[in-house]
Every structure is written in C-alpha cells, then in structure tokens.
C-alpha cells in the first residue's frame, strides 16, 4: 500500500514553504512518527513524521519551496520495517551470543594504554590527548575512525608542512643542543555556502524593515539585583520541590513589564495604519535562541499570571521552539517583547523592536559593580537594561518613565504583589 505524506499547514496565513532538510535518504526503510524532514516556514521550523512505516520515496527536493498540501514523499508499506527489540533477551537466549570477558577496571585501562602507543603509528598524540584516550578506553583507530573525512584542504595542509627530520634535544653543535622544531600549523582557504533559510530570510528582512519604518530610539537604566539574587537563593528548593524546575530572571522580570504597563500602556501600544491600537492585554514575546535562529514565543495574558505560571510556560515554550515542535501560533501576536543577551555575557546592547510592538526590554550580564549607597561605596551585582521604542507613539516621558518603574519592582520585589504600588502606601490608605 502507498501511503501520501502531505505538506502541513504551518498557520493559517501561511500557504507557501520551503523543504529544509531531509533527515533520511530516498528508499529507506522509516517507522511511524519517525521525523524525516524539516519543514521551513517563514516563522517557524517544523518537522514532518512518517504516519505509517516502510520504504519512503521522496519527491521534493531540498530546498524547494512548493504549497501547503503538495506530497511531500511516499511510503510503501508492504516494506516491512524491523523494530529493536524492546526488552532484553531472557536467559535461554543468550547461549547463542558470544559470551563477552569479564575485564576489570585496572585491566581495562591497561589494554587502553597498549592500544594507545603512539609508536605504533604515524600519529602524534599530545599527553593531554593520551590521557582522555586512557581514561575512556578508546584505542587510536577508534579516535581515527571517529574524525571527519579527508578533505582536498586536509591533503594540501600536509603538502605544505616542512620536509624536516625531527631533531631530539640531545643533537647539537658545538655542544649547543637543538631546539625540537616548532610543528608548522595546518590552515585552509577553503569556503563554506549555504542556502539562507526561510525564518532567516524573514528574520532579516523584519529587521531592516524596522530600521527604515520606524524612529527607533534607545534609553538605559542599570539595576541593582541584590533583592532579587537572595529571595531567588532563599526560595529556590522549595520552588524546585513545589513546581519541578528552577526559577529564572525571565519571568521575575515579564512579571515586572506587565505591571508597569498599568502605569505606562502606551508602551503596550501598536500603530496600525493612522489609528493606534491600545491592548488591554499584555502578551509578552521571549527571545529563544535556537539553531535555526532567533524565535519568540508568546506568554499570552502574563499580568493575569503568576511568576510560577509565567516560569512553567517559558520553559515549555523554549524547549519546543527548541525542537522544532512549536506552532506558529504559539509564535504569533505579542505586544511586548523581552530579551536576555546576558545569557551570553552581553554587558550592554541596543535591541531591536519586534514589529508590529512598538518597544523591547534588553536584559544584560549581571556583574558585581561599586555603586555609591547612601554615601557610601559598596559592591552590589547590577544590571544595565535597555528599552528601545517607537518614538513615533511612545515619547521620552513614558520610555523612561516605564523602565524606572521596571527598576524600582525588580529592587523591591514585594511590589509585585501590590501591583506596583509601594505597601507603606496602601498600608496607609494614600
């Protein structure tokens, strides 16, 4: 029976695509919801499974771009595809298996260290090397047989290098001993290409569109994470053991945006055409980094959520985009963006805006600073964020209005349970 496997409907909007990768080869045999190729839209990476087992026969090519529904391959499935067993072989199957040796430790480290000798080839081993070989017992065709293949800039590298018989230290003249020679250093001038995906080809074209439709500025501000670093410290294996997963910055901080939107929302704001669309929502994008590049999955509805709520669903977001399991509508809308380029080590950046959104929060590497507190000089790990915004809708006022109030929540974090507001106040009715 031939089974066709179809091009999915990445989102609705969505009618067209690009066939990235193929993860197996024409005619082999493949099991269901095995994943075989890599879907590239415009938005997202997906991936493509197998819905029935046997022989596939693929009829698009990589890189093609062809329409939602087009057959993407075949599969014949009177191919009978032989599963790995799932259990292991009982007691009166294993009389037919060579019985391995039992070596001990100390024994096995000693036939490593003979397979290792470097003498017994042409190949020089560092002591650093012969040691890792050592300790994983892995003799030297092994390390050889686990490289890459011999490429036309490998043969020229040893071309290249200088016909000298090696010296030992006790040559001399003049009883002046030799220096052993310094061992020339391969190089290449070889060059790699490839094909730009469809998410990077939009990625850049959102970008330079920003930089030319908008009147992007960038204000900062640097905050001090001491409240912040020691209520994480303090609660962190009661959150661990209550919720399953470690608390971050990410959420602490989308929890703060989504607050001092009740105090600035016109950095919530949009511009759509001549009207100005003002949500009364906020629906935070967090940047993800992936290997196929830069994603934002949305936190819908995050100032009705908890910082535990808004910390489990990053989590599951990131490790889809991560994937290639998420949806585009998980990646699409958002009002606000947030991204952490201190993950990196970044000390200080200028992000740019996610359009339509009007602004974008810019966290960075928190680093131990001398700050000067109440006249004196102390040592505390602060932080330097940037917001960058939409000057045509949001003016200077509210840009740095927005980020003093994301400061003064994440310094003192128990205003995030009175919605921004300082306790002693509502303590006193003022």
Same mark, same amino acid.
């Given at each position: ?11 609705? &909007? ?6 990235? /990768?193929? @993860? ?13 190729? $890599? ?14 087992? #046997? ?22 499935? &009177? ?12 007691? &009166? $199957? ?11 430790? !100390? ?9 290792? %000798? ?21 003799? *030297? ?6 490289? +890459? ?45 490839? /094909? ?7 990625? &850049? ?35 661990? #053991?209550?919720?399953? @997963?470690?608390?971050?910055? *990410?959420?602490?901080? =989308? ?8 105090? +600035? ?28 590049? @830069? ?9 009705? %959520?908890?910082?535990?709520?808004? $910390?489990?669903?990053? %989590? ?7 994937? /290639? ?23 200080? =950046? ?11 929060? #810019?966290? +960075? ?15 505390? !790990? ?8 939409? +000057?045509?809708?949001?003016?200077? /006022? ?6 003093? %109030? ?12 009175? =919605? ?11």
């Amino acid at each position: 029976m031939l089974i066709e496997i179809k091009v999915p409907t990445p989102g609705e &909007s969505i009618t067209e695509v690009e066939l990235g /990768k193929w @993860l197996v080869a024409d005619g082999d045999l493949v099991e269901k919801d095995q994943e075989v190729a $890599e879907i590239e839209s415009d938005k997202a990476t997906l991936t493509l499974s197998a819905t029935e087992s #046997g022989q596939i026969k693929i009829q698009i090519q990589e890189g093609e771009r062809v329409a939602v529904g087009a057959i993407a391959c075949t599969i014949d499935t &009177s191919f009978v595809v032989e599963r790995k067993p799932e259990k292991e072989p009982i007691a &009166s $199957e294993l009389f037919v298996k060579p019985q391995e040796a039992v070596v001990s430790e !100390p024994e096995k480290k000693s036939v490593a260290k003979a397979a290792v %000798k470097p003498e017994d080839s042409n190949v020089k081993v560092t002591p650093v090397a012969r040691e890792m070989m050592e300790e994983n017992n892995l003799s *030297m065709d092994e390390v050889l047989s686990g490289l +890459h293949r011999i490429s036309k800039g490998d043969i020229e590298a040893v071309l290249a290098l200088p016909k000298i018989d090696k010296l030992t230290s006790t040559s001399s003249v003049s009883g002046v001993p030799f220096a052993e020679p310094v061992e020339a250093k391969a190089f290449s001038r070889e060059e790699k290409r490839e /094909k730009m995906t469809s998410l990077r080809r939009k990625l &850049s074209e959102r970008l330079v569109a920003v930089k030319n439709e908008t009147a992007m500025l960038t204000t900062f501000n640097e905050i001090d994470m001491s409240r912040v670093m020691e209520m994480r410290t303090k609660l962190q294996d009661k959150f661990v #053991g209550k919720y399953g @997963l470690k608390l971050g910055f *990410m959420s602490i901080f =989308s929890k703060a945006v989504a607050e001092a939107m009740q105090f +600035h929302p016109t950095i919530n704001a949009q511009i759509d055409g001549e009207e100005i669309i003002s949500p009364e929502f906020v629906d935070i994008g967090i940047a993800v980094q992936t290997p196929k590049g @830069l994603m934002v999955p949305i936190i819908r509805n995050t100032e009705s %959520k908890t910082i535990a709520e808004i $910390e489990i669903e990053l %989590k599951v977001l990131a490790e889809k985009a991560r994937t /290639k399991k998420i949806t585009v509508e998980e990646l699409t809308g958002g009002t606000f963006t947030i991204t952490n380029g201190g993950t990196f080590g970044s000390l200080m =950046s200028t992000p740019i805006i996610n359009p339509p959104q009007s602004a974008i929060l #810019g966290m +960075h590497n928190i680093v131990d600073r001398p700050i000067a507190v109440n006249g004196q000089v102390v040592i505390r !790990p602060m932080m330097y964020v940037a917001l960058s915004y939409d +000057h045509r809708i949001i003016d200077g /006022k509210d840009s740095v209005g927005f980020l003093v %109030k994301i400061k003064e929540l994440i310094e003192n974090p128990e205003r995030l349970l009175t =919605s921004g507001r300082n306790p002693e106040e509502i303590l006193l009715g003022l």
